[in-house]
């Protein structure tokens, strides 16, 4: 089954796991993307409509993670990479799937931006999503028509003060609202995903649980605005030191408490991960 993944905030798009024959966009227009109607929110989307692509308010960032099938905290780059938004529309040339997106990316991300990168390996603190003491007590979802279908290519996810919600396609969704993750219908490898967002670290999923589940996760208010606050910055909002300085040393207990009430548990160490370092880009892209 091939995976499509879309995270809200550091938008995070996961495709085909085998690389395609490159290929480039019949035609392409980047663009700046306005600004928010409503401050300090972010409103985010991908639409894959026949030939025609439209994504909307994606980082420089979102866009070489999405190019080179890896996250966005394994990105390191100048700081606007991580704050700039760009939309794109675009027509696939004939033939072509939504599979073959990525090295059409690669293609666009060199010609308009000028990107160079290197890789390197870097040791850094993570968690690891493991079972925790048993029984396991997440409701695992039977499958449905569909999930085994094409992916998803139509998405789209919202944030603010108030909260994030996230369509993720199939029937899977999540919420964090209210002092409240609710999600439904989602695997293993997108909760570790979608919660490292939230967190201090990356999450490497080690659970090797197979379905999807309904997951109710209920933190501190305390904890909820220290989470927000987090995911705003994976989303590059520009935060004042007072409010980032809410974060600082916490430790996120109630959700790990939470997390330890369904059978799951985040275990804090260190691993080596790949990083793709950009050595060059031009932060506004060449003329359509």
Request: hydrophobic share 40%.
């Amino acid at each position: 089954m091939k995976k499509f993944l879309f995270v809200a905030f550091g938008a995070l798009a996961v495709w085909g796991q085998t690389p395609a024959a490159t290929l480039e966009f019949e035609v392409a227009s980047v663009r700046p993307s306005a600004p928010p109607s409503v401050q300090n929110s972010v409103n985010i989307g991908l639409r894959l409509d026949g030939s025609q692509a439209r994504i909307v308010s994606f980082t420089f960032k979102d866009y070489v993670a999405m190019a080179y099938r890896v996250k966005a905290y394994q990105i390191s780059g100048p700081d606007w990479a991580g704050t700039d938004r760009f939309d794109l529309n675009a027509k696939l040339p004939a033939g072509a799937t939504s599979d073959q997106i990525p090295e059409m990316l690669q293609a666009l991300l060199t010609d308009r931006f000028g990107l160079k990168f290197h890789r390197e390996k870097k040791e850094l603190p993570v968690y690891a999503l493991v079972i925790g003491k048993p029984p396991l007590k997440l409701k695992e979802v039977p499958s449905s028509p569909g999930d085994d279908g094409p992916p998803t290519t139509n998405v789209a996810a919202s944030g603010s003060s108030a909260g994030v919600s996230v369509d993720l396609g199939h029937g899977s969704s999540y919420t964090f609202a209210n002092n409240k993750f609710d999600a439904k219908k989602i695997t293993s490898d997108q909760l570790a995903t979608i919660l490292e967002r939230y967190l201090d670290r990356p999450i490497v999923n080690l659970t090797e649980l197979k379905g999807k589940y309904d997951v109710t996760l209920e933190v501190t208010p305390e904890d909820y605005q220290a989470m927000l606050i987090r995911v705003a910055i994976s989303a590059g909002l520009v935060l004042p030191p007072e409010v980032l300085r809410l974060v600082d040393g916490n430790t996120f207990a109630s959700l790990m408490d939470a997390l330890q009430q369904a059978g799951l548990k985040l275990d804090a160490r260190k691993a080596p991960l790949d990083f793709l370092v950009i050595d060059q880009a031009r932060k506004s892209p060449t003329d359509n």
